[in-house]
């Protein structure tokens, strides 16, 4: 009788396990085969040709950023005709916009840019540097794929709810000027976030990867301008120079870095200073990017003020400052960025033509590095928290991952050991590379957010990550109250450029 019962038991068990099992296995076979048609979509080759084109559009466009007119509006009018309701001119910055389909939640959103950057004409697919015009801008940091490749990936979530009934919303926040960090304070400020639970940024590279936890630098975006009194230069004791006060205060902020913490970064540009060496200026601007940790960077962004202060004391002159854009530092959500790890690994590199090799190794060539080609391999995920913080770059995607679980998937398509903001990214940023690249991107980002909506589990642990980091560091902007958006910015160098420009624009039909 005990022999029976014990063989009842062990019977028991096992039919539990095995319905477990079929079960647990079931539900996979399901989301991979719904994650399988949005691959296959994305697949076509009229899809790798559409979004590969309009990547290409986007780069010979080569918008400044708050300028970008074209770009935003081939991108919305892309997801428009899918389907999508696009509403422009969020936030108070004409060229942003949301872009929605499906109801109710969860709602998962995709972050996209397009701004390119000053001084980096250079023609595709050229291993030297070749600029199409001297002085103008191009894409030497991949927006024109990121902003597609974000665009690409929300149609292929639409297919797929649309073919399995699915229910929720995916977003595209298209987002200018990341390169000034402006677009993400403003829209996070706008409460455009509100009600979103999870949102996927991309980012072009030489890699397949993502990370987790704090990165970056938290950064103040400064314009101080000086008012003096003009005259003729051979009389200068009647005048009041608001050049000489901008020259005084680089003096001070100069010497401030020898008492700054190793953390810093910080750089100007003098963005007027007069017209004529006979004629004292009466109005000078400068320019400053503060850099430094969360925990830094406000104090050292009031020493910076106070060497304005000092330069303006010393010439008699008066100084105003407009802060454009202030964030802080970038804190990415590990669940997310394991399941964006988890769809890496499925989806894999692309394969690269022996052509696409060779242009590759031309580049590396030219720039001195090894002659590896495309990458092959993809990364392992990155703890960002074990690395010894010394300072970086920055990008307005954390503002947004400071109110909503956010992580960044980079995607391959850039020659590896090209430079950022340079001639050589601009050149592999373009062609049949870029368009694997942003096609992969896509893939990624499709999948994940398609586990997202399928798994509620996987959503709850991503927002108790999120609420318990946000109860340690509490989110306070940084951006002063009476900041406004600046409009004009690169207006006048988008008036310059843009008429020698439009030759050379590739145009694309939707």
Request: proline share 4%.
């Amino acid at each position: 009788m005990k022999e029976y019962k014990r063989k009842s038991v062990l019977i028991f068990i096992l039919l539990f396990f095995s319905i477990g099992i079929v079960s647990g296995t079931e539900a996979a076979v399901k989301k991979q085969k719904e994650k399988n048609f949005a691959i296959q979509w994305l697949n076509q080759p009229e899809v790798v040709k559409k979004f590969g084109k309009t990547s290409d559009a986007i780069w010979s466009y080569a918008e400044l950023g708050m300028q970008e007119f074209k770009s935003s509006k081939l991108l919305a009018q892309t997801l428009d005709q899918a389907g999508f309701t696009v509403e422009m001119g969020v936030a108070g910055i004409p060229t942003s916009f949301i872009a929605s389909y499906g109801s109710g939640s969860p709602v998962i959103g995709i972050l996209g840019e397009y701004d390119a950057l000053p001084m980096l004409s250079q023609k595709g697919r050229v291993p030297r540097k070749d600029p199409i015009i001297e002085g103008a801008p191009g894409h030497g940091c991949g927006h024109n794929t990121m902003g597609t490749a974000a665009a690409a990936a929300a149609i292929a979530v639409k297919q797929v709810m649309d073919k399995y009934g699915i229910e929720g919303t995916i977003k595209v926040f298209g987002s200018p000027a990341e390169e000034t960090l402006i677009s993400r304070p403003y829209m996070v400020r706008a409460g455009i976030f509100q009600n979103v639970d999870v949102v996927i940024d991309n980012h072009n590279s030489s890699s397949l990867s993502t990370g987790y936890g704090t990165s970056g630098n938290a950064m103040f975006s400064t314009v101080f301008t000086f008012k003096g009194t003009t005259s003729h230069g051979a009389s200068p004791w009647t005048a009041k120079s608001a050049l000489d006060a901008i020259e005084i205060m680089n003096v001070a902020t100069n010497y401030l870095r020898e008492h700054l913490y190793f953390t810093y970064r910080l750089h100007y540009v003098i963005t007027e200073g007069g017209e004529a060496p006979n004629v004292v200026p009466d109005t000078s601007r400068v320019w400053y990017f503060v850099r430094n940790s969360d925990s830094r960077v406000e104090e050292m962004h009031q020493r910076v003020i106070n060497c304005a202060k000092a330069g303006a004391l010393a010439t008699g002159t008066e100084v105003k400052f407009r802060v454009l854009s202030a964030i802080h530092q970038k804190n990415s959500n590990k669940v997310l960025a394991q399941i964006i790890q988890k769809n890496i690994k499925w989806i894999g590199m692309p394969e690269w033509t022996e052509e696409e090799n060779e242009f590759a190794k031309a580049l590396q060539k030219e720039l001195g590095k090894t002659e590896e080609g495309m990458p092959t391999e993809v990364n392992e995920i990155r703890n960002y928290n074990e690395q010894r913080f010394v300072g970086g770059g920055s990008s307005d995607v954390a503002e947004v991952s400071r109110v909503v679980p956010t992580a960044t998937l980079r995607f391959p398509g850039r020659v590896p050991g090209t430079i950022s903001h340079h001639w050589s990214a601009v050149a592999s940023n373009y062609g049949s590379t870029a368009w694997k690249g942003l096609n992969t991107g896509a893939k990624v980002m499709a999948a994940t957010a398609i586990d997202l909506y399928l798994n509620q589990e996987i959503l709850t642990k991503i927002k108790q990550e999120f609420e318990a980091y946000e109860k340690e560091h509490p989110y306070e902007s940084f951006l002063p109250e009476n900041s406004k958006p600046p409009l004009d910015l690169n207006k006048e160098l988008m008036e310059k450029w843009r008429p020698k420009m439009e030759k050379h624009y590739i145009e694309v039909s939707n």
